[in-house]
């Protein structure tokens, strides 16, 4: 796909005017013409993009920018259905950051919303209020850990 111009300019004028990139760990290389993880989230922010977060399913959330970048462990559960977590997930993002939320505790929220969205079946019934959310992050006691670089 990166290999026809039109393509790579149509990317460019997009990442330029994006906030916040959010793949899953197998989408960070989609958008990129680098071959690694790494070198392709440098590159997103070297576009424009302000933050990268990368969801990691049962291995939990990285986010980068261009001041810092930590990674949040995933909260151990017991999958039924992974339908709907990334949404739940991402709108959890967003919704804290409205809040405002810290990136890192916005990070944990998502987190536990991911971990939260796979305990249940189908794509709306994980969704949580934020009560639920803070007496599951309450009960796993779950800390921040600075990301490998």
């Not at 330029?16 to 392709?40: K, N, Q």
């Not at 990268?52 to 001041?67: C, E, F, L, P, T």
């Not at 909260?75 to 939320?101: K, M, S």
């Amino acid at each position: 796909m990166l290999d026809i111009p039109e393509m790579r300019d149509a990317l460019h004028f997009v990442l330029e005017l994006t906030d916040i990139y959010m793949p899953s760990e197998g989408e960070v290389l989609l958008l990129s013409p680098h071959s690694t993880p790494e070198r392709a989230i440098a590159g997103f922010l070297e576009e424009g993009v302000k933050e990268v977060i990368v969801k990691r399913g049962n291995q939990g959330a990285s986010y980068y920018s261009a001041n810092e970048q930590f990674h949040v462990e995933s909260y151990p559960v017991e999958e039924v259905d992974p339908t709907g977590a990334g949404d739940c997930f991402g709108g959890a993002w967003i919704a804290c950051r409205q809040l405002g939320f810290d990136v890192h505790r916005a990070l944990q929220y998502a987190n536990a919303c991911g971990a939260l969205a796979v305990t249940r079946r189908g794509p709306m019934e994980g969704t949580s209020r934020l009560a639920e959310i803070e007496a599951f992050i309450q009960r796993h006691d779950m800390s921040i850990q600075e990301a490998a670089q």
